[in-house]
């Protein structure tokens, strides 16, 4: 079905690769949301395929679509500039090539595993084969170290095209950033007894993934679609760039001590979780600025055309602005404290700042990306929003809205009485989820994860139709 | 009192910087921003050249 | 405007090197901090427990002692206080069998993903109650001893763990997860350590009621 999305107007080998990989990230995309929809609706009746396909499993199953979908939409969008951006073709396509269908074969092994084998016996041998039982990683060993191998590949496809073609400084900051990223899944690849050195490990690969290495990559990102959808000033674009990076890993490298105030770690990680976490929000007010400012800039002053050349995909870019200060930067902010955290941590605080953040931060401009995408697939010039790109972008970012109003309510009523109350607690936890305003919250949750899903299916549809549209309109 | 005595289980280099208000991080924070001020100057240099 | 150009702020090459210096000190500095913080969270040895030296993370033969969690006037929040020796499962674990036990524990947390419903150390999703001080819970002394028949805590946590679907306590229930009499030993060791870690006061105010609470009780066994 997606091959629908016609990829012979793509003039080199890289842009073919991005789009493979935009193809199967929309899939998991897919089964992220059926997921959550599932987990959704445990909350609201426990029974609900219980002993079948369990909350544990539907919900491991959700964040690890969530987080390979959005690594294939990252490898694509990188796979997809490359050429345009160094003017050298992909060094080794071919082999690329080769480590997709790898990868993809890998990935789907490991989702069918998880779904029909879900848990093993206590030994090491599970850890291997079936899953390691780290929330996000836990893709089995054998998965792990076929990830290393393809990512590999895949970084050296970037990084030899760098080295022969135009070093500009969004690719200086992709290439390095993608080493970082690359190298910090190795932090999440052992297995220990101790549970604190576990945690403290583990939040290396997660935190400075999502609040340091993620972010600056959607920096990048939102620099190149800047510079492609509307024609702004690449020098100007750049200088942003330094400037987001600068501040980003300032305030993300040492932020990471936010996730060690309560894992068996020194007191001293209170200070410094506390104030550079917190500074966390300022370079995603600075993105928020920057795209705002270019947009307006660039939609046509006194009377001239707007230039926008994709509508879609900036509309996304500038959901992102917005999405990633809100979510990430004021609903992170809300709980980084310690004086807070100690009763926010654990509790669908978490949750509601997990949502929105993802979607705001990465979600958003990885769909712009997937645009992008098809927008050069069809060899379209200037492609403007249909009805359905209006719809999928309205009901998604409304469902996504509304299920972290609802959690951030249902996180809200949990601090207060199962935390500050009865001081958390096999009852403390029960009474709370108990109480009526919990479970009106969770089913509003579950309303506006449907909600999120019917603004898929027309982004679905969208990204099936729009390029052939925009090719019929032009002729 | 403004400086509290140490509470943490073992004493190090950071817990014993981490014994005020903020001291600690604003520590880090000042080692961190202050080279900068000389990069500053070195650009400016550069420029007016 | 020529005085414009020679501005400091919009110059690529001032940022650039900013970023550059920050972001290589930033991860220099959370190098050093974990060298420094590993050293304090590395397991203690089962001298140290002999010897009552605190260990934010003990030694895994912490399982043969009683662990309590208490309001600390020094640190400012509860910490663990690990007491006098008490028999787990009838009998008392040689460093070698305990280290066995709690390696068998916390290899069954992750091969039955206990962390995609409960927190660990407050990590992990929000289904299910927080495990960081489960051992420590009121309710499987009361209820629980008492809905499984069992003469102790462990035997009790131990029998729930395999069959908690006959053990239910809410409409939201555990599933069995096929786990056998030597792992569940082994997850209660592991919760039994796990509560026994120094944590800064996390859960806070751990299962009292807000009058217990103000007059410095514990509701926790």
New interface residues.
């Given amino acids: 079905m997606l091959i629908n999305i016609k990829s012979n107007h793509l003039t080199n080998a890289g842009q073919r690769i991005g789009l493979m990989y935009f193809r199967v990230a929309i899939i998991l995309f897919a089964a992220q949301l059926l997921m959550g929809l599932i987990?959704a609706t445990?909350?609201v009746y426990?029974?609900f395929l219980?002993?079948i396909f369990?909350?544990?499993?539907a919900?491991?199953v959700h964040i690890n679509a969530l987080v390979v979908w959005m690594l294939y939409a990252m490898i694509g969008s990188v796979y997809y500039m490359l050429t345009d951006e160094t003017g050298e073709e992909t060094a080794m396509a071919g082999l690329g090539k080769l480590a997709f269908w790898v990868l993809t074969l890998a990935i789907a092994v490991v989702v069918l595993v998880y779904i029909f084998v879900?848990?093993?016996?206590?030994?090491?041998s599970?850890?291997w084969l079936?899953?390691?039982?780290?929330?996000y990683i836990?893709a089995p060993r054998w998965a792990d170290i076929g990830i290393v191998v393809v990512v590999l590949i895949f970084y050296a496809n970037v990084f030899f095209t760098y080295l022969k073609g135009r070093k500009t400084?969004i690719m200086t900051v992709m290439v390095a950033n993608l080493l970082a990223l690359a190298g910090l899944y190795l932090a999440g690849m052992f297995?220990?007894?101790?549970?604190?050195?576990?945690?403290?490990w583990?939040w290396w690969v997660i935190h400075l993934w999502v609040e340091a290495t993620w972010e600056v990559f959607v920096g990048t990102l939102a620099a190149y679609a800047l510079v492609k959808f509307i024609g702004a000033k690449r020098?100007i674009v750049?200088?942003w760039l330094?400037?987001e990076?600068?501040m980003l890993?300032?305030s993300g490298?040492?932020g990471?001590g936010h996730?060690?105030?309560?894992?068996?770690?020194?007191?001293?990680?209170?200070?410094?979780g506390?104030?550079?976490s917190a500074l966390e929000p300022v370079p995603l007010v600075a993105m928020f600025v920057h795209v705002l400012y270019d947009w307006a800039k660039e939609q046509g002053e006194n009377g001239e055309k707007s230039v926008i050349g994709n509508g879609p995909g900036m509309a996304w870019i500038v959901t992102n602005a917005f999405g990633n200060f809100l979510g990430a930067g004021i609903w992170g902010f809300f709980h980084t404290l310690p004086q807070v955290n100690?009763?926010t941590?654990?509790?669908?605080f978490?949750?509601a700042h997990g949502h929105l953040a993802f979607f705001g931060a990465y979600a958003t401009i990885l769909i712009g990306m997937m645009y992008m995408g098809v927008q050069g697939a069809y060899g379209v010039k200037r492609m403007k929003a249909t009805f359905n790109s209006k719809m999928a972008i309205v009901l998604i970012t409304f469902g996504v809205l509304g299920m972290t109003v609802a959690l951030t309510i249902a996180g809200y009523e949990q601090v207060l009485v199962e935390?500050a109350?009865?001081?958390?607690?096999?009852?403390?936890?029960?009474t709370a989820?108990?109480l009526p305003w919990y479970v009106q919250a969770q089913l509003w949750r579950l309303i506006m994860g449907l909600v999120t899903f019917v603004g898929f299916v027309y982004l679905l549809l969208d990204l099936l139709t729009i390029g052939k549209k925009a090719k019929a309109a032009e002729a | 009192m403004f400086f509290d005595k140490f509470t943490d289980v073992v004493p190090s280099f950071f817990g014993t910087l981490n014994q005020g208000p903020l001291t600690l991080t604003i520590f880090l924070h000042t080692i961190i921003v202050l080279p900068m001020f000389w990069i500053y100057f070195s650009e400016k240099k550069k420029l007016g050249k | 405007m020529a005085k414009e150009n020679l501005s400091v702020w919009t110059s690529i090459s001032f940022w650039r090197r900013s970023a550059a210096w920050v972001t290589g000190f930033a991860t220099i500095l959370l190098i050093w901090l974990t060298f420094d913080t590993m050293g304090q969270i590395s397991m203690g040895t089962d001298a140290d427990l002999q010897k009552g030296i605190t260990k934010r993370v003990p030694a895994p033969t912490v399982i043969n002692y009683h662990i309590d969690y208490k309001m600390s006037e020094k640190r400012g929040h509860e910490v663990p206080v690990i007491g006098k020796k008490e028999p787990f499962f009838g009998k008392e674990w040689s460093p070698k069998e305990a280290a066995a036990l709690l390696h068998l524990g916390k290899l069954g947390s992750q091969a039955k993903n206990c962390m995609n419903c409960h927190t660990l150390l407050g990590n992990g999703a929000y289904y299910a109650p927080d495990l960081t001080k489960a051992w420590l819970d009121p309710m499987w002394g009361a209820t629980m001893q008492g809905m499984t028949g069992k003469s102790t805590k462990e035997e009790a946590m131990a029998e729930f763990l395999m069959h908690p679907e006959k053990y239910p306590t809410h409409a939201r229930m555990m599933p069995n997860l096929g786990i056998t009499a030597e792992e569940a030993k082994g997850l209660v060791a592991f919760l039994k350590h796990m509560s026994s870690i120094d944590t800064n006061g996390f859960p806070r105010g751990f299962s009292k009621t807000v009058d217990q609470f103000k007059a410095g009780g514990t509701n926790a066994h």
């Fill in positions: 987990a445990q909350f426990p029974s219980y002993g369990d909350f544990s499993v919900r491991m879900q848990i093993g016996p206590a030994k090491e599970t850890i079936i899953n390691e039982g780290r929330e836990e400084g297995f220990t007894d101790n549970i604190s050195m576990d945690q403290y583990w020098e750049e200088m330094w400037i990076v600068l890993f300032g490298i040492l990471l996730h060690y105030f309560w894992i068996g770690t020194p007191e001293y990680w209170w200070e410094i506390a104030l550079f100690i009763y941590h654990g509790t669908q978490t949750s935390r109350e009865l001081g958390g607690g096999w009852q403390a936890f029960f989820q108990n």
